[in-house]
């Protein structure tokens, strides 16, 4: 861990990300901001219209602006850093300030490793992993405490588990990936078949596929396959507590947030935005950039691009348990209308 | 773990399960796959009708049909296997090749064990588990590693926990009981008391009660009940990241799908289907052979067999946001609509 | 861990919490149950109205009543101890009879701590746990097996967190905090910027701050912030399987169900009642004493106090498909309304 500040001027940032700059370039920036609560000596950005009334009163050093800011200072202005994206340029700039634990290269002594398993000499390995048979994980990988890597498992080149996280069985990481605390991936999928009186368990012989650069949130389950593979392309991003179920394939560059579910064998495309909590039920396909709001649940393939819902606006109760009594007789009042009108067509 | 490849002719498979074979009853399977992808030495299915298409054009070598399947094969047409229940079949002929680990017995090195504990000498403990007071483990039981099992719990006989499972307090589990990694059985339940101005908490002294052939998915909470017991019966199927809070009573042969929540003291009866991500409030009684449809929140009890759901159906939010605006007016809207009709029979 | 039984009298309980007793003071009561339940040594409680026919039939030795409890007994009724609020008595007469473990204070050998860490002579450290630099752990803390402190964490004197715990990076618990199996507080929180045709990681630099008396549910997740810290008052109350995003903040005395989930920079009020499987979308700010009830979706600020709801309610499936339906057509519905109304007056 570095204890020593990190420091740059407006100038290296500028040249760093090729941003340009209004204001002054010699300003020394040692840390990051919002808006209302950055000091002198950080950065900030204004990348949400509805934020802009602070940029004049803003105490930051320097923010980072849109391309065609027009807001005037007043004459405490700070210099600005104009992007033609700032929240992707903020991105970068706040990376130069996390100061990041890189562990060093090596298994940690109360490790237990299975003779079948290899580990790369430049990979991290935490106290109280274990890592089983014929498992892999590869150059410069980090594991956090407490990992579990099971059998067949493979952890790419680069990526880093977060203490806790679990790969259960056949589970294939690619390079970059980043996986949390609590995880579970490759857990059997929930497969039962109904036999005259009880169930039986169908056997989970598939495994998950991971691409490179996905990120996979704390607590987030992913279940392995029945016959064939789980697959996440690349740079998939999953928030918290998600679930992804056996069979699922998830298109590169899809994002869902935190509590979405996914069942079983349903396809979802590439460039998708899953709303938080969002349910998608089983053998659906949902094409590329389609966006699905929060809590929304689909029960039907979804073929063009777009923005989907479901559900009802929040309101008083009160009000509300008028009207939710009234959605159980919908189709009944829908008849009522056509009748009226029929009525008054033949008035 | 065995490396010897599994081989079974046709024969020997319809021998061991009771089916009826149409073709070459000498042909050797040594895998399963789905219709779409297996080879010719590998078995598939057809249990859904939507996928029968695949079959004429599936390189199988051997499928699994329902009694009564019409369809005609082409000149290349795999071996059939016919079975009342192909899905069932498929599963037990699927478990053939599932060459899932088989631990060694005994007590890994690492794992901590309170003198007060007992382990049957056929059980078998993972690396880093913790085992405390006055816990049980029961022949044949299997505990993956990082397992914690708290005080006063028990394992039964032939039981299996994955990596990371975690009785906290008062657990007992059946026999032939899975519990994927990451569940939490027996952590307090929510039981909160206000006391003027914050909140007190009520002990939870119950425990936890899961039946014999129970399977807990990963990630899912079971919490111990407040004076009596949470209590799952034989049988019950839970998927991952499932929310059964204290005292809740599951009957027997329910099978609840991912991310579904069952609030305190609610008891659902036996033969139940409770779809991904649905709630049920708590105190409520589910009768036996209810299914409720995914993301459904149940707010009062159920006395007959049959599906139920609430929601609204997903559409374009461009459109949804039309209609979800009408919903909040639904209660006047009705009133409206009895007007006219009133008026339209006093013209 | 206490053997011998834990016997109080009527008279010795009704003094310690100033509870008026009818009936016999010398009765010896040796643990808690339900009405139903309750043995003639046992102690039970009325507190809510659906359960007080149960008061004449209950074999409890004594029942912890309402001021003002009208019911008359029968012969063999049970004595009472009258409070103002029964289900607050009762929860401090449970405790008498939680007979929890007290870990003597120590740090198990198996635990590794780093060097930079501090622990506190009164706290107890258990098995496999792990502390990382610059962590605290304060005066009477206990921390169950494989518990992981990160970097720059601090557990508050008196907390407890149970096996499992995780606080990865920059967290910080009050006093008497409680934290169950396998909750995750700071991990990253989901900060994506898209840069053209991928995603960036946003770094995620704040911390969690968590009040005191503050209870975490099992499995349940807190992100830290990206900039400033996502923050729990004093005596908020989450249950299992929360999903609270960076930058959040609660307001003290709020308790939260199930399954609920809070997206980022959403500022929840004191006082509030969230119920199971609710969703509240960013960058709100909800009053105080709102209560949301179960599974309904805030997608506005609320600023006034009360009950709100969304949703519709469970039904039979075959009915609720017809009103489904209609409602993807509320909009024309009420245009047609309008329209039968004007028609009407116009006749």
């Known amino acids: 861990m570095s204890t020593a500040p990190t420091r740059f001027t407006v100038a290296e940032i500028a040249n760093r990300f090729g941003l340009e700059v209004r204001g002054d370039p010699s300003l020394v920036i040692s840390g990051v901001g919002t808006l209302a609560a950055a000091q002198p000596d950080q950065i900030s950005f204004l990348a ?13 050093g320097a923010v980072v602006v849109r391309k065609g800011e027009t807001a005037t200072g007043s004459g405490s202005a700070p210099t600005w850093l104009v992007a033609a994206d700032p929240y992707v340029a903020f991105a970068r700039i706040a990376a130069l300030f996390d100061r990041g634990s890189a562990p060093s290269p090596g298994v940690h002594p109360s490790a237990i490793i299975a003779a079948t398993a290899r580990i790369a000499d430049s990979a991290s390995i935490g106290p109280f992993c274990v890592i089983e048979e014929r498992a892999i994980v590869e ?39 980043l996986v949390h605390s609590g995880a579970v991936l490759g857990a059997d999928g929930f497969g039962l078949a109904f036999d005259s009186d009880h169930w039986i368990k ?74 938080g909590g969002a349910g ?38 009160r009000l509300w348990r008028r009207n939710a009594a009234r959605f159980k007789h919908l189709d009944e009042l829908a008849r009522n209308v056509a009748d009226n009108k029929k009525g008054h067509r033949n008035d």
């Open 48 to 60: 949400n219209a509805r934020y802009r009334s602070q940029l004049a009163t803003s105490t930051a």
């Open 202 to 275: 169908v056997p989970q012989l598939g495994g998950v596929r991971i691409g490179d650069d996905c990120e996979i949130g704390a607590n987030t389950t992913i279940d392995r396959g029945a016959l064939e593979d789980t697959v996440l392309e690349e740079d998939v991003r999953l928030d918290n507590q998600i679930q992804v179920a056996h069979n699922v394939m998830i298109g590169a560059h899809t994002a869902i947030a935190g509590c979405a579910a996914i069942a079983g064998s349903t396809r979802i495309g590439r460039n998708c935005l899953i709303g």
């Open 139 to 177: 150059d410069g990988a980090e594991l956090g405490a407490h990992c579990h890597i099971g059998p067949d498992c493979r952890v790419g080149a680069q990526s880093r588990l977060y203490p806790r996280a679990t790969l259960v069985t056949r589970v294939c990481l690619g390079k970059r990936v």
């Open 280 to 317: 998608i039920i089983g053998h659906l396909t949902i094409a590329d950039r389609v966006t699905i709001t929060a809590m929304s649940l689909v029960t039907h393939s979804i073929r063009e691009a777009g923005e989907y819902s479901s559900g009802t606006p929040i309101q008083e109760s």
